[in-house]
């Protein structure tokens, strides 16, 4: 991202919080699986992905974007 030389700082602050906005551990857990789809046989990837996606819904993240939905908010996650 290009910023002002005289705004970067709160340009920075900005992208930190939209970034910040879809932190949850199964947005990272995505990431992971990103980074090692490539490198990753299909069953090997296949496992992974269900093991993670366990993880993830039985995490306090999920539990708290479900109740955001409901409540329509946006989630804070820990």
């Known amino acids: 991202h290009l910023v002002g030389e005289d705004s ?3 340009e920075f602050a900005e ?3 939209e970034y910040g906005k879809t932190n949850s551990e ?3 857990y995505s990431k992971q ?3 090692e789809c490539f490198d990753t ?3 090997a990837f296949f496992a ?3 093991d993670l996606q366990g993880k993830a ?3 306090a993240d999920f539990t708290e974007a479900m109740n955001a939905y409901r409540e329509d908010r946006p989630p804070v996650w820990r």
């Open 57 to 59: 819904t039985a995490s």
């Open 48 to 50: 992974k992905y269900l």
């Open 8 to 10: 970067y700082e709160a």
């Open 26 to 28: 199964g947005c990272r």
């Open 15 to 17: 992208w930190v919080a």
């Open 41 to 43: 046989g299909f069953d």
């Open 33 to 35: 699986m990103l980074l």
